[in-house]
């Protein structure tokens, strides 16, 4: 764990270049990319697969694509979105595995919590990148070096993962480097480097540069990044239109100076359920029962589209058609239905209680909602990560048997216990 006293000096220095918007040319961002995720987890989960050609994505042969696989699968050619049936006949004698999402987002939830010990503003970039402001951190280390060291040693330590690492005045140099040396690299370009480093490797190296804007490049005599930070920019957009700019700006390593938080990142997805009593309702404890049933459904939802949600809308419509709506935000991001259960149940408390008008609706919605990974938040306590991964063990039993048997097979007491009062959507 860092210093508290360093981090201290950490928030100070975000808060001061927050307030500045941008970040100043002396800008360094770091970007951690995972080596071969997926496969890496599973690896570490199953010993006896450890060096053996790992794919994920489903049986060899099935329908589908490789979701990714690890470095010795790819020595037999098999890479990330390769049809499974291709990957069967290159790598016949490989690890087939189905793709065990809820795990992948388990560890990248406390991929990203640890991030944020590292840096005050971290952006999670998928489910096993993120971007880190690394600007006044790295000094701290004794140097960019230094500090990307500590940034993998700590995932190694704390995940028994490798990761990559690359360190640069600007996004786009950081993702580039991380990519120089995987896995386990880590590689630093200084501002002045950057031509001398990047410029030699070929344009299809730059994010997002794929197999058609290569060929369409190669074809105006572009193979290189120097090339292509050397090209006029009117010529280049007189040819390939408005991108053309930004894709030079790119191979001169002028892309993206600040790092955006989960803070600044708001998201207006919800999910939701409510029910319409066929009597109106004047007893508490149905009325909190149902609750926590409709809380049990959203929050199924949610973990079937791997959502975690931070704040809850209660919904009521009382007899005389009034409709109330309160609503309040959560300590932790969540898909937890007893969690959300505790907040909703508070607010029902304070909207109505017993001997009032009686109850014809009630709902709840969840919402902020994100997908750990992609960059929209992340759960920021690891011992509360450590509580969650419990949970999610019950909650990963209780879908499954659900799916198999159907969803009145299980439920929480209070809620099935509700369930026969009316009409649920
Ligand atoms: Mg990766």
């Excluded at 016949?92 to 595995?97: A, Q, R, S, V």
């Excluded at 809850?312 to 898909?335: C, E, G, M, P, W």
Aim: net charge positive.
């Amino acid at each position: 764990m860092i210093n508290p006293i360093v981090s201290q000096k950490m928030r100070a220095e975000a808060g001061r270049r927050k307030k500045t918007g941008k970040l100043k040319e002396s800008s360094l961002i770091l970007h951690v990319d995972m080596d071969a995720f997926f496969a890496a987890i599973e690896e570490k989960d199953n010993p006896s697969i450890k060096g053996k050609p790992v794919i994920i994505g489903g049986p060899k042969g099935s329908r589908g694509v490789v979701t990714t696989c690890n470095y010795p699968a790819r020595k037999y050619g098999v890479h990330s979105g390769m049809s499974l049936s291709l990957a069967g006949r290159l790598c016949p004698d490989g690890i087939y595995l189905k793709t065990f999402s809820g795990k992948y987002t388990w560890v990248s939830l406390r991929l990203m919590a640890l991030m944020r010990r590292y840096s005050p503003q971290v952006e999670p970039y998928s489910i096993d990148e993120a971007f880190l402001d690394a600007t006044g951190c790295a000094q701290l280390w004794g140097g960019a070096e230094e500090y990307g060291r500590a940034v993998k040693n700590a995932i190694k330590n704390t995940l028994n993962l490798t990761a990559s690492v690359g360190i640069g005045p600007s996004r786009i140099v950081a993702k580039m480097a991380s990519d120089l040396n995987k896995p386990d690299g880590l590689a630093v370009i200084e501002a002045h480097d950057v031509r001398n480093v990047l410029g030699p490797l070929p344009v299809e190296k730059i994010p997002g540069v794929g197999e058609s804007t290569r060929k369409t490049l190669a074809g105006m005599g572009i193979r290189t990044v120097a090339q292509l930070a050397d090209y006029p920019v009117k010529l280049m957009k007189a040819k390939i239109g408005v991108n053309g700019e930004a894709l030079i700006k790119m191979a001169q390593g002028k892309g993206g100076d600040k790092i955006t938080g989960l803070e600044e990142r708001p998201d207006d997805k919800s999910m939701g359920h409510e029910h319409t009593f066929m009597t109106n309702v004047e007893r508490c404890d149905i009325l909190h029962g149902k609750l926590l049933h409709l809380c049990d459904k959203a929050t199924r939802r949610m973990r079937r589209e791997n959502y975690l949600g931070k704040v809850v809308t209660l919904k009521l419509r009382t007899s005389n058609f009034k409709t109330y709506s309160h609503q309040r935000a959560l300590v932790h991001q969540t898909d937890d239905a007893q969690e959300i259960y505790k907040v909703a149940s508070v607010l029902l408390s304070d909207l109505w209680k017993e001997g009032e008008m009686p109850v014809r609706l009630i709902g709840i919605s969840v919402s902020r909602l994100f997908r750990p990974g992609e960059g929209n938040g992340v759960q920021e306590d690891l011992f509360y990560a450590e509580t969650v991964c419990k949970r999610l063990k019950m909650y990963k039993a209780l879908d499954s048997l659900r799916d198999t048997y159907g969803e009145d097979i299980l439920g929480f007491a209070g809620g099935v216990r509700s369930r026969r009062h009316g009409i649920s959507v």
